[in-house]
């Protein structure tokens, strides 16, 4: 009777233990990159005095984005994880092909240079597919140039300007066997406007809003 008490009693310890093993959060570590195409929003504000009368207008541009990232990431359990990384967004605002009086057409090339840290919590995993939400924040640097166009023709570049960039990132993500995926990422900045450009009319841009869909892959 012993016998059978103490064989039982190591069969329940080592099924406990094994159960301890298993329900262990599962922790990994890795790099990733992504790259993809979005579209960004621009907004811009005119101000000066022409003929000794004063004027103010606002306009807002679409543009054409393209994004790559690179970074590490760290996963404390399955489900949630933490990522930091290197993300550059190229902007192109073709903006006026011929300008209104006393603005004249123009157009504007950018890129975003930032740090991010984001968070990662899958709200579905199973072994072939995990859909999760992501949510972080960037900051860095926004540098461009802005310059002069007529119709199709684009001049020379007028004015160069850089400014701090302070941003939140939001989006969701679906992975394909824990190593392939695709993004859709907003990423917000809550920057004031840039001074781009002076001589009587006073130029200011914002930093542009994007919106991307990206491939990313992990564990290359």
Known sequence: ?????LICAVVVGC????????NKPETKSGFFFGAGLGVGANA???????????YSEDQSYASFVVSAKVGGYYYFTKMIGLRYY???DVNFNPGESEGRAPIEGFYILSGSHTLNADAVVNVFASRNIEFAVVGGVGMGLVAGEYGGRYKTVYGPTENNFVDFEFRFNVGAR??????????????L??????QVAGDGINYRKSSPYYFTLDFVMERF
């Not at 009777?1 to 008490?5: G, P, V």
């Not at 099924?15 to 298993?22: G, M, N, R, S, Y």
């Open 1 to 5: 009777m012993r016998k059978l008490f």
């Open 44 to 54: 811009m504000k005119f101000a000066g005095i022409q003929n000794n009368l004063s």
């Open 174 to 187: 679906v992975m394909f066997d824990q190593k392939y995926g695709l993004e859709l990422m907003a990423k």
């Open 189 to 194: 900045p809550v920057t004031p406007m840039t």
């Open 86 to 88: 290197y993300n550059l």
């Open 15 to 22: 099924f406990a233990q094994l159960q301890v093993i298993e």
